[in-house]
């Protein structure tokens, strides 16, 4: 099993950055990819950013050249630049491990206003 364990987050103007993080423990070393999705109220559910095992990235196109997803060994990260009302969502980091299934975080509020 994997825990996942949020952090970061909170009010922001727009323009402006933030970055969430989520630390993994357990077993991490069949962890095949981590992301981070997000749903705002009333709004289905948008993965935001995927990172496979090997690095290699995947974006959604609202956020593409704004959001920055990495990892080290045990803790995925989101870098968000250019924050607009629109990035306003509960985010949830996810890890897919083999065999296994997928985990979540806790999930933590990112509110983007003036």
């Known amino acids: 099993q994997v825990q996942l364990v949020q952090s970061g987050g909170g009010l922001v103007q727009p323009g402006g950055s933030l970055r969430l993080s989520c630390a993994a423990s357990?077993?991490?070393?069949?962890?095949?990819?981590m992301g981070w999705s997000r749903q705002a109220p009333g709004k289905q559910r948008e993965m935001v950013a995927s990172?496979?095992?090997?690095?290699k990235t995947n974006y959604a196109i609202s956020v593409k050249g704004r959001f920055t997803i990495s990892r080290d060994n045990t803790t995925l990260y989101l870098q968000m630049n250019g924050l607009k009302p629109e990035d306003t969502a509960t985010y949830s980091c996810i890890a897919w491990v083999t065999g296994t299934g997928d985990y979540w975080g806790q999930g933590t509020q990112v509110t983007v206003s003036s």
């Open positions: 990172i496979t095992s090997g690095g």
């Open positions: 357990g077993t991490i070393n069949k962890i095949a990819a």
